[in-house]
């Protein structure tokens, strides 16, 4: 089945550590984004990748870093310096930036304590 | 950066009624989707649209594209308990490798 796979499901940090989140499809997209969801809120792009080995900042990149060094691959890393980092992370992919349709992973929720 | 307004924000309805809801933005947008999120699950895409004025349905579900672009609908017949979920409209600005923007979402429940 294709589809993208987000692990873990749930993940739990000590305040101060760094920690990566997997995203991984096997959809053949080239486009790849990062979104932070909170409770009631809307979704908000953390960074996206248009193309395998280049990525661009969202609108809250700060506090986050990422990787494109494999079209199926886009970790997030969500470093120390987040200030508020306990989310729901959703990952998301299109076939490229010029297509219209975007799917969504099962997300992963981070708590930090 | 742009924003997209979904109302209502929450409803509740019996089973078996219809559902209307709706996403407005002040800009023009060329595309629309419309996902569906479980809670804690990711969003599903249930419809996109292409272009001004077009409708779309799947299944029980039925999309417009709003005349001016900068709105869009998503109406639900008959509806039934697995409909509980967060319903999010997302609008592209133009086709040439824009992000989407989302909406806040319009939580709907379904009392049997």
């Known amino acids: 089945d294709g589809g993208i796979t987000q692990s873990p499901k749930y993940l739990f940090r000590k305040e101060g550590q760094n920690v990566t989140l997997s995203c991984e499809q096997n959809l053949n997209h080239d486009a790849m984004y990062w979104y932070r969801q909170d409770p009631g809120q809307g979704l908000r792009l953390i960074y996206y990748?248009?193309?395998?080995?280049?990525?661009q900042k969202g609108d809250i990149a700060e506090g986050y870093s990422v990787s494109r060094e494999k079209k199926e691959s886009f970790p997030l890393t969500v470093t120390s310096a987040q200030k508020n980092p306990t989310a729901f992370y959703l990952c998301?992919?299109?076939?490229?930036?010029?297509?219209?349709?975007?799917?969504f992973g099962p997300g992963t929720r981070l708590t930090v304590t | 950066g742009q924003q997209l307004n979904q109302s209502p924000q929450s409803m509740f309805i019996q089973e078996g009624e219809d559902v209307s809801m709706n996403c407005t933005s002040s800009s023009i947008f060329n595309t629309w989707l419309w996902y569906k999120q479980d809670p804690g699950e990711g969003p599903v895409l249930l419809i996109a649209l292409y272009k001004a004025g077009e409708l779309t349905s799947n299944g029980r579900l039925t999309a417009q594209f709003g005349i001016t672009r900068k709105d869009s609908f998503l109406n639900i017949s008959a509806s039934i308990p697995s409909d509980v979920g967060i319903y999010f409209c997302a609008g592209q600005l133009n086709n040439y490798g824009q992000n989407f923007v989302f909406g806040p979402g319009t939580r709907l429940s379904v009392l049997p």
């Open positions: 990748s248009q193309i395998v080995n280049d990525f």
């Open positions: 998301a992919s299109r076939l490229s930036s010029w297509a219209y349709e975007q799917y």
